[in-house]
């Protein structure tokens, strides 16, 4: 996607600094319009000390360059990227991102929580499987490179390694070369080895770099490490393998044996990473190398690495195919321009599609700068807010003081109706006090007549159970006959045995037809035997109980009744009675059916027998 603006590529290199500034060419390509870096020393490579040194040497770079572009793509240190290629069985395509997620887990070197990291599927190998290069940093790394560059007033949008942005810096530049390219990039901290097919990559991070020769020279010559640094650069190369004479500066020739040293070191790790690629990877041989990084700008890198390969060796140029400006000083980019391969690499983000896009910025970054990106959209809505609240302000005091004068003429009113209100609350609560005397009162006469509503019912009941059983026995009037025998009442709060063995002799409060009163055992009977039901039999007097802690409410009737004895007429007929009185009661709306029950065990005489019934009044009476 072209941009229409310059934008800047950034390198935070351990051992140096790099930026450049490009726009899109006429032909669609890349243009570089100013470039630009600075060492950062032994600090670089330090992560305690890291963070100061580069924000100094990116203040100082922005500053010196002339550098216009705010919009900006850099590359994470190699040294604290975390890459890795692996192989993938063919599965679904649905199922690749979940297989490289679990791949993450298990390969990445710190918790994915506190990791940003990103996938390219390569293609398939040889034998089926799907490639893909993982890479990862710790977000930590990369907020710090934000914080730096968001200090600098550059706003970022991508984060690359260093090995995605080489890989496309030498596809871009190099697109004419057959065969397998290995490129060699040799760093300040660790180097990169990469090896380019076609259609197949392969690369490794190795901790070999060119800090390693500035620090054992510095402790073979006990010199600091700057001092060091400045005798390696300006001074020193790789010293040449067989008999040559040696340098008459003892510190030179100090400094080649160690930087040859140094590379013999790396050479093993590029010999162990072909063996790998072409036994594991199953790729080809490399036909030609490409020397590109700091590290390469030592002399006599180029014969070294020529020697011991036994291939041609070409220092890689990134700016190969990249258009230079006018203004750009030729001659000095041409003294750094193999250290630009990760810059180059970024660049051609922002111009073509490139074969490895990777973008390792965490999510909490993404989210601050589009937080940050709207900005000017929340001022303006701040502003509008504030404009808003002033108007409802003025709009409010003007609502505000016509509420006042509104609310006076209402608290005078008010106050002027107080005194005729408090009377009428007076009389309002008396007259509430005597409609609750009133309603009391009704209950009272209430349950003066209760008494009369519970014999009425109990004559009904009896009346009804004797006419059932006739039906049942098919006899006629006179053959079946109920009355009561005795009746005792329980007040709410006593338990029957207790109210029982409480009772006193009591005349029952409410009366009614002298006959049947004696019929049903409600007085009792004179000495001649008079009285009695259909089937005759004595009834004692009614009794209540009057227990010391007398609620004046009954709530029970234990009642004995008393019939004419039906075994001569049907075997088992007095059950049936018994059970027909117990199922009219449990139906009467006045008894509650859950504890109105037959309660004992019959007693049978000759002509007549007698059984228990304990009845529960749904609403309790009061005495």
Request: charged content about 20%; proline content about 5%; glycine content about 8%.
């Amino acid at each position: 996607m072209l941009k229409s603006k310059s934008f800047l590529s950034i390198d935070f290199g351990a051992g140096s600094l790099k930026i450049a500034e490009f726009e899109p060419s006429a032909d669609g390509g890349l243009k570089l319009l100013r470039f630009g870096t600075r060492p950062l020393g032994l600090a670089g490579s330090q992560e305690a000390a890291r963070e100061n040194v580069v924000k100094k040497a990116l203040v100082e770079l922005l500053a010196e360059g002339g550098f216009v572009g705010r919009q900006a793509s850099l590359a994470a240190p190699g040294f604290q990227v975390f890459s890795k290629f692996v192989k993938l069985p063919p599965v679904d395509a649905s199922k690749v991102t979940q297989i490289i997620q679990y791949e993450a887990q298990q390969n990445v070197p710190f918790p994915l929580a506190e990791t940003a990291w990103d996938y390219q599927i390569l293609g398939n190998a040889p034998g089926g499987e799907l490639e893909v290069l993982l890479v990862a940093v710790k977000s930590e790394v990369v907020e710090k490179l934000f914080t730096i560059g968001e200090g600098a007033g550059l706003r970022m949008d991508v984060v690359d390694a260093s090995v995605a942005a080489l890989c496309n810096a030498f596809r871009y530049n190099y697109a004419d070369q057959e065969g397998c390219n290995l490129l060699i990039d040799v760093g300040a901290k660790t180097s990169n080895v990469i090896l380019l097919e076609k259609n197949r990559l392969y690369a490794r991070s190795v901790p070999v770099g060119a800090n390693s020769i500035t620090q054992e020279f510095a402790a073979e010559s006990k010199l600091p490490f700057a001092e060091a640094e400045k005798i390696k650069i300006a001074d020193g190369f790789v010293s040449l393998g067989g008999a040559y004479e040696e340098p008459d500066n003892p510190r030179v020739a100090a400094v080649s044996k160690v930087a040859r040293n140094v590379l013999t070191r790396l050479h093993l790790q590029v010999n162990q990473t072909i063996q790998f690629y072409r036994t594991q990877q199953g790729g080809n041989a490399p036909v030609r190398v490409f020397l590109c990084g700091g590290g390469s700008i030592l002399p006599y890198s180029t014969e070294f690495f020529t020697e011991k390969l036994n291939l041609p060796v070409d220092i890689f140029n990134p700016f190969r195919n990249v258009e230079i400006d006018a203004a750009v000083d030729v001659e000095a980019l041409e003294r750094v321009a193999q250290c630009f391969g990760e810059v180059v690499g970024l660049g051609l983000r922002g111009v073509v599609q490139c074969p490895l896009e990777l973008n390792l910025m965490p999510k909490s970054s993404r989210t601050r700068q589009e937080f940050n990106s709207k900005k000017p959209y929340l001022l303006a809505a701040a502003y509008a807010l504030v404009v808003g609240v002033f108007a409802y302000g003025w709009f409010y005091s003007r609502v505000e003081a016509a509420r006042r004068e509104g609310l006076e003429k209402i608290t005078s009113e008010v106050d002027r109706l107080r005194i005729p209100a408090e009377g009428l609350q007076r009389e309002q609560a008396a007259l509430e006090n005597s409609t609750k005397q009133t309603e009391q009162l009704v209950l009272w006469l209430e349950d003066q007549t209760q008494w009369g509503d519970v014999f009425s019912e109990l004559r009904r009941v009896l009346a009804a159970a004797e006419e059932a059983q006739r039906q049942k026995l098919g006899s006629g009037p006179g053959t079946v006959g109920v009355w009561i025998d005795t009746f005792l009442t329980t007040e709410a709060t006593q338990p029957v045995a207790q109210a029982a063995a409480e009772e006193a002799p009591t005349q029952p409060s409410y009366m009614m037809d002298p006959v049947l009163m004696k019929r049903y055992g409600l007085i009792p009977r004179g000495p001649t035997g008079e009285g009695g039901g259909e089937g005759g039999g004595e009834a004692t007097p009614a009794k209540k109980s009057s227990p010391s802690n007398s609620t004046n409410e009954i709530s029970s009737i234990s009642m004995t009744l008393r019939a004419v004895n039906l075994s001569r007429v049907k075997t088992g007929a007095n059950n049936e009675l018994v059970f027909e009185v117990q199922n009219q009661l449990k139906s009467s709306p006045i008894f509650d059916p859950n504890e109105t029950r037959f309660d004992g065990t019959l007693s049978e005489e000759e002509t007549t027998f007698s059984f228990p019934m304990k009845v529960k009044l749904k609403r309790p009476m009061k005495l």
